[in-house]
């Protein structure tokens, strides 16, 4: 997602410089490249003090890519040979990556706690997590319509947290799963999140924003 929106930025502060012509004719390349360069300071500035934490993170990585294209433009925008070349190498990269991330796109969803019942091997597991509170890590399970889901459990070292997914991505023969845990008083005394995906490749990694990674279930002697 942060290299996504580095792209992003980068093409946003080409955007930027391409306005400055419209409001500007006779601006020079300095005064353009110190517009991009602004704004782009400001944004930051205001990823880290209005938004902050994890949630400004995204809208950082942006700013920083709106900064790296005006310092491009500087070394390299005095010829319009080599405003050509720029814009055009940003944009077939970022069209490059939209369509990697496009083809190697999961579908995901959060399966809902009220599904978690049954006499399956889907539920009888989640109801053994909350017996069983030494459990910790994840399984994987076939469900409805041959869709995988993955379990994640916290164990009970994390009792009273709740856990988000921000993101599902898929490299070659790995299925990487991002997440973000945070305490929230859960009642769950093993705090458990079940993930349904249309496909998971054989290898899976849990990655949590703390620098956590979990791996498939154990239990804590």
């Known amino acids: 997602m942060f290299v996504y929106?580095?792209?992003?930025?980068?093409?946003?502060?080409?955007?930027?410089?391409?306005?400055?012509?419209?409001?500007v004719k006779a601006m020079d390349n300095k005064k353009r490249v110190l517009v991009v360069a602004i704004i782009g300071g400001l944004s930051l500035i205001g990823s880290?003090?209005?938004?902050?934490?994890?949630?400004g993170m995204p809208f950082g990585v942006l700013s920083l890519g709106?900064?790296?294209?005006?310092?491009?433009?500087?070394?390299?925008?005095?010829?319009?040979?080599?405003?050509?070349?720029?814009?055009?190498?940003?944009?077939?990269?970022?069209?490059?990556?939209?369509?990697?991330?496009?083809?190697?796109?999961?579908?995901y969803w959060i399966v809902k706690k009220t599904q978690y019942s049954g006499g399956d091997d889907f539920g009888s597991y989640t109801e053994q997590l909350q017996t069983d509170?030494?459990?910790?890590?994840?399984?994987?399970?076939?469900?409805s319509e041959g869709n995988?889901?993955?379990?994640?459990?916290?164990?009970?070292?994390?009792?009273?947290?709740?856990i988000e997914v921000l993101d599902v991505e898929?490299?070659?023969?790995?299925t990487e799963i991002k997440i973000r845990t945070f305490y929230n008083n859960s009642v769950e005394a093993n705090p458990v999140i079940a993930i349904?995906?249309?496909?998971?490749?054989?290898?899976?990694?849990?990655?949590?924003?703390?620098?956590?990674?979990?791996?498939k279930a154990t239990k804590d002697d």
Do not use: H, P
């Not at 003090?49 to 949630?55: H, L, Q």
């Not at 709106?66 to 944009?91: E, M, R």
């Not at 490749?201 to 791996?215: A, F, L």
């Open 5 to 23: 929106m580095f792209l992003i930025g980068l093409l946003i502060g080409l955007a930027i410089y391409a306005l400055t012509y419209l409001f």
């Open 48 to 55: 880290l003090t209005v938004i902050g934490g994890f949630e």
């Open 66 to 107: 709106i900064l790296a294209i005006s310092i491009v433009l500087a070394l390299f925008g005095q010829c319009s040979l080599g405003k050509k070349l720029i814009y055009t190498i940003v944009i077939l990269f970022i069209i490059s990556y939209s369509a990697l991330i496009y083809f190697n796109q999961v579908d």
């Open 133 to 143: 509170t030494t459990i910790q890590g994840y399984e994987t399970f076939t469900i």
């Open 148 to 162: 995988k889901a993955v379990i994640l459990s916290l164990g009970e070292e994390m009792a009273g947290n709740n």
């Open 170 to 174: 898929e490299y070659g023969n790995t």
């Open 196 to 215: 349904g995906l249309n496909r998971v490749q054989s290898e899976i990694i849990i990655t949590d924003t703390d620098g956590r990674i979990y791996e």
